[in-house]
């Protein structure tokens, strides 16, 4: 039986994660991680040949933030400078009582401390993380969190909707009856809301999560959801290549021998690794719809074929007429609904006039869950 293909090499530009293992009692990105960090990529670097200067990003608890914030400067390994160049906190909220429902270590105090050592350490790329739709959370506390976020002015804000997730924390203190969650109109409300106070304030809404001051955006994450390329290094990482998708083993012991086996060149892909068109053209409807830019239909029609984009423009007709879906020339000019119905019988006029199709802000984003499983159910009925 003919041995799997190795993985590919990596295509210019190719993104690296690096994935860790911190000692157990590790709570932050101490001195000694900052030097495991360096040395990982200064091995990268010899062998891989990235951009000289390669950026890090931690993301942490406030009340671990101080000791990582303080090592926020540049340090210098094998002629490879490693920068903190972003530092990333999960807040979560702005009140105690809600922070101390969903299981958090911190408190309020410890939140605007960390915000301080920010700003006295020049750490100018720095992000806030919220969660909206926690237990007995009110419009009111919501509007305050987003307010003081604002007031502290970090480059770049993520907003989650709480998901109640087994084997987490908050996941076992949870119980409908103590802990009454927001209604899925509040939840809606909520993200609206967000939208509209993050948005007046400058942030750039560029990604269904994700907020940021002009030229802020996360790159680490913009690679996943342009789908290009990356390399994973460390336990259970994930590298996806030309396509092909494979996984180290998520335990040391086998770790060591894959790596080995790796050096040798005897490691394969799997049957699973192989792509599938239709997979694919999901994946990229999925993860364009997750951005603002939204999905680009000239590269989307030069790998999947001009039919299947008139298919999806003619699925999405009611949501066009809805305001759920956007449609975009190739100038980002929008295309008004009455002249997107009228192109619509001719499938050469769509493919000369329609460059983007994108989810409203903040409805169609709020509707993407729908909005995708439509586009599912065209690409592979």
């Given at each position: 039986?003919?041995?799997?293909?190795?993985?590919?090499?990596?295509p210019?530009?190719?993104?690296?994660?690096?994935s860790l293992?911190?000692p157990?009692?590790?709570t932050?990105?101490s001195a000694?991680?900052?030097a495991?960090?360096?040395?990982?990529?200064?091995?990268?670097?010899?062998?891989?040949q990235?951009?000289?200067?390669?950026?890090?990003?931690t993301?942490?608890?406030?009340?671990?933030?101080?000791?990582?914030?303080?090592?926020?400067?540049?340090q210098?390994?094998?002629?490879?400078?490693?920068?903190l160049?972003?530092?990333?906190?999960?807040?979560?909220?702005?009140q105690?009582?809600?922070?101390?429902?969903?299981?958090?270590?911190?408190g309020?105090?410890?939140?605007?401390?960390?915000?301080?050592v920010?700003?006295?350490?020049?750490?100018?790329n720095?992000?806030?993380?919220?969660?909206?739709?926690?237990p007995?959370?009110?419009?009111?506390?919501?509007?305050?969190?987003?307010?003081?976020?604002?007031?502290?002015?970090?480059?770049?804000?993520?907003?989650?909707d709480?998901?109640?997730?087994?084997?987490?924390?908050?996941?076992?203190?949870y119980s409908?009856?103590?802990f009454?969650?927001?209604?899925?109109?509040?939840?809606?409300?909520f993200?609206?809301?967000?939208?509209r106070?993050?948005?007046?304030?400058?942030?750039?809404?560029?990604?269904?999560?994700?907020y940021?001051?002009?030229?802020f955006?996360?790159?680490?994450?913009l690679?996943?959801?342009?789908?290009?390329?990356?390399?994973?290094?460390?336990?259970?990482s994930?590298?996806?290549l030309?396509?092909?998708r494979?996984?180290r083993?998520?335990?040391?012991?086998?770790?060591a021998g894959y790596?080995?086996?790796?050096?040798?060149?005897v490691?394969?892909?799997?049957?699973d690794?192989?792509?599938?068109?239709?997979d694919?053209?999901?994946?990229a409807?999925?993860?364009?719809?997750?951005?603002?830019?939204?999905?680009?239909?000239?590269?989307f029609?030069k790998t999947?074929?001009?039919?299947?984009?008139?298919?999806?423009?003619?699925?999405?007709?009611?949501?066009?007429?809805?305001?759920?879906?956007?449609?975009?020339?190739?100038?980002?000019?929008?295309?008004?609904?009455?002249?997107?119905?009228?192109?619509?019988?001719?499938?050469?006029?769509?493919e000369?006039?329609?460059?983007?199709?994108?989810?409203?802000?903040?409805?169609?984003?709020?509707l993407?869950?729908?909005?995708?499983s439509l586009?599912?159910?065209?690409?592979?009925?």
């Amino acid at each position: 039986m003919p041995r799997p293909p190795p993985p590919p090499p990596p295509p210019p530009q190719t993104h690296f994660t690096v994935s860790l293992q911190l000692p157990p009692t590790s709570t932050s990105l101490s001195a000694t991680n900052v030097a495991t960090t360096a040395t990982s990529q200064s091995s990268l670097s010899a062998h891989l040949q990235p951009k000289p200067t390669i950026s890090t990003t931690t993301h942490e608890s406030p009340n671990t933030s101080t000791s990582s914030a303080e090592k926020s400067r540049p340090q210098t390994h094998n002629s490879t400078t490693t920068h903190l160049s972003k530092q990333s906190f999960s807040e979560g909220a702005f009140q105690d009582e809600l922070l101390k429902a969903c299981g958090r270590a911190h408190g309020v105090d410890e939140v605007h401390e960390a915000i301080g050592v920010v700003g006295t350490c020049g750490v100018e790329n720095w992000s806030m993380d919220l969660i909206s739709s926690l237990p007995h959370q009110t419009p009111q506390m919501w509007e305050e969190s987003l307010l003081l976020t604002v007031n502290a002015r970090p480059k770049h804000v993520s907003v989650y909707d709480l998901q109640v997730e087994r084997g987490t924390k908050f996941g076992i203190l949870y119980s409908p009856g103590e802990f009454p969650l927001p209604s899925e109109t509040q939840s809606a409300e909520f993200y609206k809301t967000a939208s509209r106070m993050l948005s007046d304030a400058g942030y750039n809404h560029y990604e269904i999560s994700s907020y940021c001051k002009d030229n802020f955006e996360c790159k680490h994450n913009l690679t996943y959801w342009d789908n290009k390329s990356f390399y994973g290094f460390g336990l259970g990482s994930t590298s996806f290549l030309g396509g092909f998708r494979f996984s180290r083993p998520k335990k040391m012991k086998e770790y060591a021998g894959y790596d080995q086996n790796l050096e040798d060149r005897v490691v394969g892909l799997s049957e699973d690794s192989f792509p599938d068109p239709k997979d694919m053209a999901m994946d990229a409807v999925m993860l364009s719809f997750r951005t603002a830019k939204g999905l680009d239909l000239k590269s989307f029609r030069k790998t999947f074929g001009t039919s299947l984009v008139h298919y999806l423009c003619k699925a999405y007709r009611p949501f066009v007429k809805s305001g759920h879906v956007v449609c975009l020339d190739r100038h980002r000019t929008l295309i008004t609904t009455d002249r997107f119905c009228a192109l619509l019988s001719d499938e050469e006029e769509i493919e000369e006039t329609v460059a983007f199709i994108r989810l409203s802000d903040p409805d169609g984003f709020l509707l993407s869950n729908e909005l995708v499983s439509l586009a599912f159910q065209v690409i592979a009925p």
